[in-house]
């Protein structure tokens, strides 16, 4: 007897294929990680939440959603946490979006959006990114359909780099419809510098109940390997996210790290300024070595290489960036070490 097929949909979903393996963490620059290492007292948490692992963890995240509920200052049920950002992404498209919808997004940006809007059996709606690497919010509203039920806008943008502004934002959310969720992914937001770029929390609270803000203890707070992100919502999409997230999933060891981590948030943000100047000072270097790239509001960079993204990546062996084949690579801020070695690989290949 045959095997039952798999849902159509997954035929288009290409096996995820991991970078190539950097020789060593010091030299992966190609998944936007931290490169400091957690914090003695996150360990310590973490360490002693290990010794309950015979129990289940905290399926209502009590911890969690009190410290994320006094850290922006808002009640607790405006929160949905979940295994990273992306899974809360993955929760909340599966609690609003099915066959018939539309999802609107740019292109290029995040790559798990075409997957978990297939998921859903949505249609994907990709609009194309500016020459610049800025999402053009004029024509994703002109996107927008009576099937649309989600715009996705990714702010900074990964892989490019920019951020959308707040005037243009704004004046997105005046036109789109409010039966249209507009998910702003802020993964990146704690390394933005640019005054005049967009909070998605700002217009959230400023009566646009339509906005979903995604943001993740992956990038700034060092926690990616744990799987820790959230939702900042109107309380009843809060509600369908978390009723559309299997329970238990976030650990208690998870927890326990990202509570403290908010709790010793000034000591990660001092580090998350640090990844910010070498983020400024490769920029810059790879400017005077004649490349051309696109303003970064996060923790890496985008060269534009177009059909020499892959042969430029393999030049950067044994570093390990991530190439876009056709389209570009994106190189993660390291340590000032790596980040001098990858300059130095730049400037050769350009030689
Ligand atoms: N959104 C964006 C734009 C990202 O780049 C990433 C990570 N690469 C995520 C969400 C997911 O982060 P996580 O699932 O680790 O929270």
Redesign the pocket.
Known sequence: MPIPPARKVLDGIPPYKPGRPADSDDLKLS??ENPYPPLPGVMKRATEALERINRYPDAGMTDLYDALGKKFDLPTERFAAG???????FSLLSAYCEAGDEIVYAWR??E?YPIAADMTGATSVRVPLRPDATHDLIAMAEAVTERTKVVLV?TP???TGPAVTQEVLESFLDVVPDHVLVVV?E??VEFVRSEDAASGLSCLLDGHDNVVV?R????AYGL?GL???YAIADPDVAASIRKATPPFTVTDLAQAAAVASLESEDELMERVESIVGERTRVRRALISQGWEVPDSQANFVWLPLGDDATAFAEACAPLSVRPFAGDGVRVSIGDPAANDRFLKASAAFRA
């Open positions: 998944s936007n295994t990273g950002s992306v899974a809360v992404l940006s995040f798990a990714c943008n990964n892989p992914d993964a990146y995604l993740t203890f992956s990038k990616a799987r820790v992100g």
